[in-house]
């Protein structure tokens, strides 16, 4: 009686995980391992990251720099770079303030370099912000990347971010994809050597 | 790790999320957890003159409402504790801000219940070596809450509620948000109060 019980339950948790594993199937969900987590895809948009939706920048040098046009949401995907830099921030957080100038920096440096400067773009999303508190932020430091406002942590969320400031590298793989290659949480103390680390991670040619 | 904003994520009825950022070094933060919004009975309304009062400063001294009467608008920041998940994720956002104060010939105190000792460790690790805290921040420690309970905002657990009040100039109480605790203001929504407050 105890064999057959034993059998029971073991054809059940065969069951239960070969369900578990059609319904992940069926979403197309793909589970890519990446320095400090791992994040699933969804079956739409961008293969290996989240389909994350932002509002087309206002101004025309926003647009410009992304490489976008025309008004309402645009997918990250869209954006004209093979590697884009995503710096989760907040308005209200400490470290972050300190790091900002770091990351103006980074982008002094990527826009330094004519062999990369087309390749690699920065956005700053702004967690738990609003429109008003990016702007006031970018006013404060002088940001010269576009930031957008998740006042419903809708992006965050989907990065599984936990802390700001968090950096998250993207690049476009062989196949035309988005893929995440960076995931570190906190700042970082060089921008010329975190650049490099990009550089070298994402492999860019 | 330590150089790390926490998001403190509390996921309320699936879709509602609580979201208490606070600054500085994750294990010092202490985890209050979702609270009632509001706990308080109000005792001030809109034009009421802002009762008068008199705190001690972290940064030496004493303040006094009054000594702003005829020269500058008065934000009061009243917020729950030091080390605490949302409030400390909310003065951080004020101090570089000031522009919008500057802007509006306005002074912010920030007043908890905490002691001295207390809130200056605290407000020291919220500010940043180039940015020091640039508003005074005054201990309603004793008589315990004395100032939180005249305004209405002191908890039945004994701390501030999470209140932003603007009074103008001639000491009218001219904007009160007591705000769930669990949550941050926006800062546009005190950028209109004081826009408004500074017309009078």
């Known amino acids: 009686m105890e064999g057959n019980k034993r059998r029971i339950v073991s054809t059940l948790c065969i069951l239960l995980a070969v369900s578990l594993l059609s319904v992940t199937a069926s979403f197309g969900a793909e589970s890519i391992t990446v320095l400090g987590g791992s994040v699933k895809s969804d079956s739409g948009g961008n293969q290996g990251i989240p389909t994350i939706e932002l509002p087309m920048p206002v101004s025309e040098q926003g647009k410009s720099y992304l490489g976008l046009s025309g008004t309402g949401n645009f997918k990250i995907g869209q954006i004209k770079s093979q590697v884009l830099i995503i710096e989760i921030y907040s308005l209200y957080c400490p470290h972050c303030q300190r790091a900002a100038s770091r990351v103006n920096e980074l982008l002094r440096l990527i826009q330094e370099r004519p062999d990369i400067k087309e390749k690699i773009k920065i956005i700053g999303i ?13 006013e404060r430091y002088k940001v010269p990347f576009p930031l957008f406002p998740d006042l419903t942590m ?30 570190a949480e906190g700042g970082f103390q060089d921008a010329q050597q975190f650049l490099m680390e990009i550089i070298q991670l994402s492999g860019l040619k | 790790m330590g150089m790390l904003c926490i998001a403190v994520l509390v996921i309320m009825g699936g879709a509602d999320a609580v979201y208490g950022q606070s600054s500085g070094f994750t294990a010092y933060i202490y985890p209050v957890g979702n609270l009632k919004p509001t706990d308080s009975i109000p005792t001030l309304k809109i034009g009421d003159i802002a009762p008068d009062f008199t705190l001690p400063a972290v940064e030496g001294g004493k303040i006094s409402l009054s000594q702003y009467r005829g020269k500058k608008n008065v934000v009061i920041s009243f917020v729950p504790a030091a080390w605490t998940p949302v409030c400390s994720g909310q003065w951080p956002g004020y101090n570089i801000s000031k522009n919008l104060f500057d802007k509006h010939d306005a002074i912010l105190l920030g007043i908890t219940v905490d002691n001295i000792p207390t809130l200056y460790a605290w407000t020291k690790q919220m500010s940043n070596p180039d940015e020091k805290l640039w508003f005074p921040v005054l201990s309603d420690f004793y008589p315990h809450g004395a100032v939180a309970s005249r305004y209405g905002v002191l908890r039945s657990e004994g701390v501030a509620e999470r209140a932003l009040l603007v009074i103008s100039k001639d000491g009218i109480v001219r904007y009160i948000d007591v705000h769930d605790i669990n949550r941050r203001p926006l800062l546009e929504d005190l950028a209109r109060a004081l826009e408004e407050a500074s017309n009078h």
Not at chain 1, 128 to 138: D, G, K, L, P, Q
Not at chain 1, 156 to 180: A, C, D, H, W, Y
């Open chain 1, 154 to 183: 809708e992006v965050s969320q989907k990065f599984n971010v936990r802390g700001t400031p968090t950096f998250i590298g993207l690049k476009v793989n062989g196949k035309g994809m988005l893929e995440k290659f960076y995931f």
């Open chain 1, 126 to 138: 702004g967690v738990n912000n609003s429109m008003y508190e990016v702007e006031s932020y970018r």
